[in-house]
């Protein structure tokens, strides 16, 4: 059997109208139709969906272990409050929120730690926004004042204060 290559000129006349007009159709649904928008909201299911895959990406079990209380208190502390969206202003309130109950300051970056990491998953599975990402990223963690403060020759003359006034 001779199989040639041959194309046929399409030819408007040789389709049905009927086909011609659902042809039409479709294109025109394919072209209304809009892209597929990131949320800005996440519940609680898409939260847990994006938890399970930053641990599992996580190798040691003691940062699993400190991920998951992390992103529990985190979950916790986002569905307690009124239809709060995913964002750089939502994660610096949980920040002001640690703070004000008095964690460590290496306690409370662990803890922003983990949501970057969230807030990332989230962008990577198409249920965040790449820019929302970006700017969680950037919400500063908690200052270690006890190093910020004291530098060199100041941190030597107050822990030198400190021993004195203690002896007496």
Wanted: proline share 5%.
């Amino acid at each position: 059997m001779l199989h040639l290559n041959v194309r046929w000129p399409r030819v408007s006349h040789a389709i049905p109208i009927f086909l011609r007009r659902e042809e039409t159709f479709m294109r025109r649904k394919l072209r209304t139709r809009r892209p597929n928008r990131q949320k800005t909201k996440l519940g609680l299911p898409d939260l847990e969906h994006v938890k399970s895959a930053v641990l599992v990406s996580l190798r040691s079990p003691e940062s699993q272990r400190r991920y998951r209380r992390s992103i529990d208190d985190f979950v916790c502390w986002y569905c307690s409050e009124p239809r709060l969206s995913f964002n750089k202003a939502v994660v610096t309130r949980y920040r002001i929120h640690l703070e004000d109950r008095l964690l460590a300051p290496g306690t409370i970056n662990v803890r922003l730690a983990a949501v970057r990491r969230l807030a990332y998953e989230a962008a990577d599975t198409g249920l965040l926004s790449p820019d929302l990402a970006d700017g969680i990223r950037r919400v500063k963690g908690a200052k270690n004042w006890a190093f910020d403060t004291l530098s060199g020759r100041n941190s030597r003359a107050t822990l030198r204060c400190s021993r004195v006034s203690s002896a007496l």
